[in-house]
């Protein structure tokens, strides 16, 4: 689940909460507040208190502009000549996305950065840049280099090394796909209660390590990396190509700058705004959503509530729409400062897009509407995207969020501080998997950020209350499971796995590959003794082996070998 840090709350809220205060009119507010009955209804309440103490949102100029790109490409060369390659590759791309079109500006910029991605090793990556600073304007009197280093690139693509940014990720086979569930094994189904809601629980007995589901998110978001990852399809890319008109997004690709028209052409003009204010970055998805759903959903929200299908679908709106917004249990000010964010981001939309041009006072609301729906429905059931990164301190390869995205399926599991499956991304597609043996009837649980071996139960209590509203009676907190550093440790020649504990922190993926039918047979073993050590550490090595074969950022200079500079090592300084 998506994490939200409560204790960094954006600008604008807490401004207006101490204009409120400083004028003593919190408790009056407050009451005021609570009895509107409509979101629409608390959203103007709040947008004419905005505008009463005249607390709006600055408005960030987005432009492009060669002189910023010039010193981006001067501190880009400072770093290559330091053989910071990695560095100067990222300092490039901001160079390349601040740069004016069709100017020499670009061209260079495409230039330097090809020169980069050369010595990296990245042919087909280099030959890309050289061909767009061709294409813009590039000077005549440089050329000769970039034509070498062209023709250099061309024969040296024939054996260029192909690093995968993730291993093909499973499937179900079809004989197991489940006829009511779009994305899962037939091993489990959705059940329902007053009390539970939605839950998914095991129709047989399954296995440590099947597959339960293999799930494409509705929608997505790149919430960091922005240098090396495509804002629309998330995918992994040292050579990306700027929107013309803002300095916040990047693609891949034509194919994803031409797809993420259809919300990037509203949002490119207030990105830069709302990235200025002190939120979490996460909540921009809401507002992409709603921008997404204007042509398909506006008109018939009520049918999207009363509608019935007995197939769970995955990738369609209906399912993250019905999600919860356990709106009954907010706080008025934890409710207050949501809807301030969906004023807010209205504001910016109707001032500075032309999203509402042609249309009525309803389209206008429903749009509130569903900025306040999702922004209470995300915390609760959205999802990371991650990847595998080095930890540049202690030099292992550790999770590290890139993204977020809206899973219909995935949204419905509970929470568990001792939690039988364990996800991972496969570019922005997600995999769920067993990490411990499950009993058919038995619900299925995931971790909403919070295990018993790493965190008290008072922590996890207190953190699960005040996040997702409810107290947590899982086995662990049941029970009472000490963390790890009191759990008792048993003795088993399986313990011997441990040692393979260095190649799997380094990401060696023939490690990974070689010792998984180990660590599911000691799993097994362990299962009996749980809670101890043993059974923590050796689900701490599947979980990184499945990491490994899953999403994984490589520092780029393990793909250097004894290798030869140029002599031009620069394409222009």
Same mark, same amino acid.
């Given at each position: 689940?998506?994490?939200?840090?409560?204790?960094?709350?954006?600008?604008?809220?807490?401004?207006?909460?101490?204009?409120?205060? *400083?004028?003593?009119?919190?408790?009056?507010?407050?009451?005021?507040?609570?009895?509107?009955? *409509?979101?629409?209804?608390?959203?103007?309440?709040?947008?004419?208190?905005? %505008?009463?103490? $005249?607390?709006?949102?600055?408005?960030?100029?987005?432009?492009?502009?060669?002189?910023?790109?010039?010193?981006?490409?001067?501190?880009?060369?400072?770093?290559?000549?330091?053989?910071?390659?990695?560095?100067?590759?990222?300092?490039?791309?901001?160079?390349?996305?601040?740069?004016?079109?069709?100017?020499?500006?670009?061209?260079?910029?495409?230039?330097?950065?090809?020169?980069?991605?050369?010595?990296?090793?990245?042919?087909?990556?280099?030959?890309?840049?050289?061909?767009?600073?061709?294409?813009?304007?590039?000077?005549?009197?440089?050329?000769?280099?970039?034509?070498?280093?062209? %023709?250099?690139?061309?024969?040296?693509?024939?054996?260029?090394?192909?690093?995968?940014?993730?291993?093909?990720?499973?499937?179900?086979?079809?004989?197991?796909?489940?006829?009511?569930?779009?994305?899962?094994?037939?091993?489990?189904?959705?059940?329902?209660?007053?009390?539970?809601?939605?839950?998914?629980?095991?129709?047989?007995?399954?296995?440590?390590?099947?597959?339960?589901?293999?799930?494409?998110? *509705?929608?997505?978001?790149? *919430?960091?990396?922005?240098?090396?990852?495509?804002?629309?399809?998330?995918?992994?890319?040292?050579?990306?190509?700027?929107?013309?008109?803002?300095?916040?997004?990047?693609?891949?690709?034509?194919?994803?700058?031409?797809?993420? %028209?259809?919300?990037?052409?509203?949002?490119?003009?207030?990105?830069?705004?709302?990235?200025?204010?002190?939120?979490?970055?996460?909540?921009?998805?809401?507002?992409?959503?709603?921008?997404?759903?204007?042509?398909?959903?506006?008109?018939?929200?009520?049918?999207?509530?009363?509608?019935?299908?007995?197939?769970?679908?995955?990738?369609?709106?209906?399912?993250?729409?019905?999600?919860?917004?356990?709106?009954?249990?907010?706080?008025?000010?934890?409710?207050?400062?949501?809807?301030?964010?969906?004023?807010?981001?209205?504001?910016?939309?109707?001032?500075?897009?032309?999203?509402?041009?042609?249309?009525?006072?309803?389209?206008?609301?429903?749009?509130?509407?569903?900025?306040?729906?999702?922004?209470?429905?995300?915390?609760?059931?959205?999802?990371?995207?991650?990847?595998?990164?080095?930890?540049?301190?202690?030099?292992?390869?550790?999770?590290?969020?890139?993204?977020?995205?809206?899973?219909?399926?995935?949204?419905?599991?509970?929470?568990?501080?001792?939690?039988?499956?364990?996800?991972?991304?496969?570019?922005?597609?997600?995999?769920?998997?067993?990490?411990?043996?499950?009993?058919?009837?038995?619900?299925?649980?995931?971790?909403?950020?919070?295990?018993?071996?790493?965190?008290?139960?008072?922590?996890?209590?207190?953190?699960?209350?005040?996040?997702?509203?409810?107290?947590?009676?899982?086995?662990?907190?049941?029970?009472?499971?000490?963390?790890?550093?009191?759990?008792?440790?048993?003795?088993?020649?399986?313990?011997?796995?441990?040692?393979?504990?260095?190649?799997?922190?380094?990401?060696?993926?023939?490690?990974?590959?070689?010792?998984?039918?180990?660590?599911?047979?000691?799993?097994?073993?362990?299962?009996?003794?749980?809670?101890?050590?043993?059974?923590?550490?050796?689900?701490?090595?599947?979980?990184?082996?499945?990491?490994?074969?899953?999403?994984?950022?490589?520092?780029?200079?393990?793909?250097?070998?004894?290798?030869?500079?140029?002599? $031009?090592?620069?394409?222009?300084?």
């Amino acid at each position: 689940m998506i994490s939200e840090d409560y204790k960094e709350k954006i600008d604008i809220p807490y401004r207006l909460v101490h204009a409120l205060q *400083t004028d003593g009119k919190i408790s009056e507010t407050s009451i005021q507040f609570a009895s509107i009955p *409509t979101p629409v209804g608390k959203i103007n309440f709040v947008s004419d208190i905005l %505008k009463l103490y $005249d607390i709006v949102p600055k408005y960030v100029e987005n432009f492009k502009n060669n002189e910023k790109s010039t010193e981006l490409r001067r501190k880009g060369n400072e770093k290559f000549g330091l053989k910071k390659d990695e560095e100067a590759l990222e300092t490039y791309t901001y160079s390349v996305v601040t740069a004016e079109n069709d100017s020499e500006t670009l061209g260079l910029a495409y230039a330097n950065r090809s020169a980069v991605l050369f010595k990296l090793k990245l042919y087909n990556e280099c030959l890309q840049d050289i061909e767009r600073a061709l294409q813009n304007n590039y000077p005549e009197t440089l050329k000769f280099k970039l034509l070498e280093r062209q %023709k250099k690139a061309q024969i040296l693509t024939l054996n260029e090394d192909k690093v995968a940014y993730h291993q093909s990720a499973p499937s179900i086979v079809e004989e197991n796909q489940n006829p009511l569930i779009e994305c899962s094994s037939s091993a489990v189904e959705i059940r329902t209660n007053p009390q539970l809601g939605r839950y998914v629980v095991a129709t047989r007995d399954i296995e440590i390590g099947e597959v339960i589901a293999v799930e494409q998110p *509705t929608f997505t978001l790149l *919430t960091d990396r922005q240098w090396c990852h495509c804002h629309h399809c998330l995918t992994l890319c040292y050579c990306l190509v700027p929107c013309e008109f803002c300095t916040q997004a990047l693609f891949c690709s034509t194919e994803c700058k031409d797809n993420a %028209k259809k919300y990037h052409d509203y949002e490119c003009s207030i990105l830069s705004t709302i990235y200025s204010l002190d939120m979490n970055s996460c909540r921009i998805l809401p507002l992409r959503i709603a921008i997404l759903m204007k042509d398909t959903k506006y008109k018939n929200l009520e049918g999207i509530m009363h509608r019935s299908d007995q197939v769970y679908k995955s990738g369609r709106y209906e399912e993250i729409h019905k999600l919860v917004t356990n709106l009954e249990m907010r706080s008025v000010a934890d409710l207050f400062e949501r809807v301030t964010v969906s004023a807010i981001f209205y504001q910016l939309v109707k001032n500075y897009t032309n999203f509402f041009k042609d249309t009525d006072q309803e389209c206008e609301d429903v749009f509130k509407t569903l900025v306040l729906h999702h922004l209470q429905t995300m915390a609760c059931n959205f999802h990371d995207i991650e990847n595998l990164e080095m930890n540049e301190v202690s030099g292992a390869y550790e999770p590290t969020t890139i993204g977020a995205g809206a899973y219909n399926f995935l949204s419905l599991f509970n929470h568990s501080c001792a939690p039988t499956v364990y996800r991972r991304s496969f570019g922005t597609t997600i995999v769920l998997s067993s990490v411990e043996t499950i009993k058919k009837g038995d619900q299925l649980f995931e971790n909403y950020g919070f295990h018993y071996a790493m965190h008290s139960k008072a922590d996890r209590q207190a953190a699960l209350k005040k996040q997702y509203f409810f107290e947590c009676n899982c086995r662990a907190c049941k029970n009472d499971w000490g963390t790890f550093d009191v759990l008792p440790h048993i003795y088993s020649s399986m313990n011997v796995l441990i040692l393979h504990y260095k190649k799997l922190a380094e990401a060696d993926l023939k490690t990974a590959a070689k010792i998984e039918p180990e660590v599911i047979t000691a799993l097994k073993q362990m299962e009996k003794n749980i809670p101890c050590k043993n059974f923590c550490e050796i689900q701490e090595l599947l979980k990184q082996c499945y990491s490994i074969f899953s999403n994984i950022r490589r520092k780029l200079q393990e793909k250097l070998t004894n290798y030869p500079l140029l002599n $031009d090592d620069y394409a222009s300084l």
